[in-house]
């Protein structure tokens, strides 16, 4: 607690009370960027995962707000001793689970000029430059993977958000009337996905008013990509009960395996009916920088509209999801309304209009800043290593004879299984006890999935931290953990 005896206490409740002096402020910034740099240089020999309890952290923080202001010292102490010791960090070189979202060191300190400018780009009058470098940085990453100029787009916080704003925008041009009647009395609509894709397209559907049991989840192949045939029947089957189709949702880049659905054959498709189609590319559409993994997202730039996201493989801190669209009026259509005390002359984007939010943070600087720092050569490098990285990983699991791929290699995904034959119960234990061991050791940690109903390892490389020699040391944890625990043991 403050301790006002003392003159730093004195000094730190006198400048609480209006705001920190400039030179409060300097010191409490090079404190900062010292912790930051000791931080990155360190993370490595932190815990992937904290050694905490549910509850821990918050017992240590104190139940009631002080009174009081702490000098930035102590604060920066308790964050240091209470908060960083109980997070996972997602920027460990050995964090290989879901879809690592890492910062380049770019993004942290364009944060920290977000953070100082502080300005609200609802309007581009309210932040001209604001609006204008979060256009300007959504062109230069549509340009980067390669989507023609008839896209548009702006940031989101997440592909959550992104897809669900889509939603809303096909929804509209399905023609339920939904702006002026909402959804009662109109016709029954139902969306489109593989049984592959993210909860983010369920979830949308549940938020949009359609209802989960509007989601057709289409059967996927033997390689987990969605079935042209099966979503064209699912479609006509729908028509002929008098539902309205309202969107496709293909994926390149499936959170489980990164399949890759068949975009072109579901475009026919889409068009045929008439149907909305978004791409969901929150993962692997970065990869499209790279002009030998560009075939992979063949058929997206007829997409209506497609969202990835900076946030999972180039290295902008969370958040950063762009939604890049062909056609904006749906999307004022769902959702632009100006309120007298909004309303402006200019002749210009107010971003407002597309998406829900009205306040937006500035999130175009740090793409803007990663790509004036890193450039695209820099950004493509790293996305091609992780992908190479991931394929000799594979490789070098399966030659070992204990582990088996339990789907394609996919960009820098890869799903394996320790082999147990004719035992399935027995071997999703195996592979729980191998992956739980794995993870409580502390330098790495994977994730899990479940593919044809069977318990399945789930690696992907995607931090900018991670080096070859991060996967040696988990390709070797995990021939351990697997020749120490007996197959269908607790281990
Ligand atoms: C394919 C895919 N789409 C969407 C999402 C949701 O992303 P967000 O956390 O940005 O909402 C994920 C998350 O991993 C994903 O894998």
Not at 19 to 23: G, H, P, R, S, T
């Given at each position: 607690m403050p301790?006002?005896?003392d ?6 409740a006198?400048?609480?009370?209006s ?5 409060t402020?300097?010191a ?7 912790w ?6 360190h993370?490595e020999?932190?815990p992937v ?5 549910p509850g821990?952290?918050?017992?240590a923080?104190?139940?009631a ?9 102590r ?5 240091d001793e ?6 996972t960090h ?5 964090f290989?689970?879901?879809f690592?979202?890492?910062t380049?060191?770019?993004?942290i300190?364009a944060?920290?000029l ?8 609802m309007?581009w009058r309210t932040?001209p430059?604001?609006t204008?470098v979060e ?5 230069w990453?549509?340009q980067?993977?390669g989507?023609p100029e008839?896209?548009?787009?702006l940031i989101f916080?997440t592909?959550?958000?992104a ?14 009337g939904?702006r002026d ?11 489109y ?5 993210h ?5 949308s559907?549940m938020a949009a008013g359609?209802?989960r049991?509007?989601?057709r989840r289409?059967?996927t192949d033997?390689?987990?990509?969605m079935?042209p045939?099966?979503?064209?029947s ?5 028509l002929?009960?008098g ?7 293909a994926t390149i880049?499936t959170?489980?395996?990164a ?7 579901l ?6 009916y008439?149907?909305?189609?978004h ?7 970065p ?5 030998e993994?560009?075939?992979l997202?063949?058929g997206?730039e007829?997409?209506?509209s ?6 999972k493989?180039?290295?902008t801190?969370?958040?950063?999801s762009?939604l890049?669209?062909r056609?904006s ?13 909004l ?7 107010n971003l407002?209009?597309i998406g829900l ?8 600087l740090?793409l803007?800043v990663?790509?004036r720092?890193?450039g695209?050569d820099?950004l493509?490098e790293?996305?091609r290593?992780h992908i190479?990285?991931a394929a000799?990983a594979?490789a070098?699991l399966?030659?070992?004879?204990v582990f088996?791929?339990?789907a ?5 995904t ?7 034959e004719g035992d399935?119960?027995g071997a999703?234990?195996w592979?729980?006890?191998i992956l739980?061991r794995v993870n409580?050791g502390?330098?790495s940690?994977?994730s899990?999935t479940?593919l044809?109903?069977r318990?399945t390892?789930r690696l992907?490389?995607?931090?900018v931290h991670t080096e070859?020699?991060?996967l040696?040391?988990?390709l070797?944890?995990?021939h ?5 625990l007996?197959p269908g043991e607790?281990g």
């Open positions: 301790d006002h005896t003159p730093a206490g004195r000094e730190a006198a400048t609480a009370a705001d920190w002096n400039a030179e402020l300097r409490a910034l090079g404190k900062a960027a010292e930051t740099i000791d931080y990155r240089s993370v020999e932190r995962f904290p050694a905490v309890a821990d952290v918050r017992r923080l104190g139940s707000p002080p009174r009081s202001a702490d000098p930035f010292e604060v920066l102490a308790d964050f209470h908060i960083a010791s109980g997070l997602w920027n460990h070189p050995g290989l689970a879901y690592s979202s890492s380049r060191a770019p993004s300190v944060e920290l977000v953070a100082a400018i502080g300005v609200n780009a309007l932040s430059a604001a204008e256009r300007t940085a959504v062109d990453l549509r980067a993977v989507l008839s896209f548009s787009g916080d592909a959550s958000t897809t669900f704003t889509a939603l809303l925008a096909a929804r509209e041009r399905a023609g339920a939904v009647h909402g959804l009662a009395g109109g016709p029954a609509l139902a969306v996905t593989s049984e592959q894709s909860s983010s397209v369920e979830k559907a359609l209802g049991r509007a989601l289409i059967e033997a390689a987990f990509r079935r045939e099966a979503l064209e699912a479609i006509t089957e729908d002929e009960a539902i309205r189709p309202a969107m496709v949702c880049g959170t489980s395996t399949s890759i659905d068949p975009v072109p054959a475009r026919s498709i889409s068009d045929r008439g149907v909305w189609l791409v969901d590319a929150a993962y692997a559409g990869a499209a920088m790279l002009p993994q560009r075939p997202f063949s997206w007829a997409a209506d497609v969202v990835l996201n900076p946030h493989w180039l290295g801190s969370l958040d950063c762009v890049l669209y056609d009026a749906p999307f004022r259509a769902s959702l632009a309304l100006t309120p007298t005390y309303e402006s002359e200019d002749d210009e984007t407002m209009d939010a009205l306040g937006r943070r500035f999130r175009g740090k803007w990663l790509f720092c890193v695209t820099g493509a790293t996305m290593s190479a990285m000799a594979a070098r399966v030659d070992g004879g088996e791929l339990a394609p290699v996919s960009f820098s890869v799903c394996f299984r320790a082999k147990l399935p119960e999703d234990r592979n729980r006890d739980r409580a502390g330098r940690f994977l899990h479940e044809d109903g318990y390892v992907s490389v995607g931090s070859e020699r991060h040696d040391e988990v070797e944890a995990l351990r953990a697997a020749t120490d007996s607790p």
